[in-house]
């Protein structure tokens, strides 16, 4: 169960580093101060767009890492440690080293499904979770792009009526 979150942390690094260099980037050519990030005692975030769909497939992988996608430490935190209890207690992985070795009754025999009936809700609340935060950060990153392009690159007698631009 390490390599999902070593798989993830290499590529969100990269990530984070690409946005950061373009972050950069932008306040160079303005000479503008810009605030990379937040940090906070249950999250660290800097506003940008994501992608939904790759919140929803690194939640699909494991449940928490969707909520890492989008810097929500404390929820990625207990998502992956009850993952990681639900499918300890349940016996899982065990039960599937026995299915890859033909074993099928030891398999079936092993599991304990009492626990093994919390991972469907598991990550369904990930998935769930990670795709509606990720939505409403992206519909904040916009507004706060549009409030930023207004202020700064718009003139102020500048409106739209009915189709019509008309610049005062």
């Known amino acids: ?14 990530r984070t580093c690409v946005d950061m260099n373009n972050v950069y980037l932008l306040a160079e050519r303005e000479d503008a101060p810009f605030n990379s990030y937040t940090v906070g005692a249950a999250e660290i975030n800097y506003l940008d767009k994501r992608s939904p769909a ?23 935190f207990f998502a992956l440690a009850w993952a990681i209890v639900f499918l300890y207690k349940s016996r899982l992985l065990e039960a599937v080293q026995y299915l890859f ?5 030891e ?38 792009q549009k409030v930023f392009l207004t202020q700064n690159y718009q003139s102020r ?5 009915k189709g019509r631009v008309m610049n005062e």
Do not use: C
């Not at 449940?63 to 890492?68: D, I």
């Not at 070795?101 to 009754?105: A, D, H, T």
């Not at 007698?157 to 009526?161: N, S």
């Open 107 to 144: 398999s079936t025999h092993v599991l304990s499904p009492e626990w093994l009936l919390f991972m469907p809700s598991m990550w369904g609340f990930s998935v769930y979770d990670s795709y509606m935060n990720t939505v409403e950060n992206n519909k904040l990153f916009e507004y706060e």
């Open 54 to 76: 790759m919140s929803v497939i690194w939640s699909l992988f494991m449940p928490g890492m969707g909520q890492l996608h989008i810097h929500r430490i404390l929820t990625a």
């Open 1 to 14: 169960m390490y390599i999902p979150v070593f798989i993830f942390g290499i590529w969100d690094s990269y």
């Open 101 to 105: 070795l033909g074993n099928i009754q």
């Open 157 to 161: 007698g500048f409106t739209i009526k």
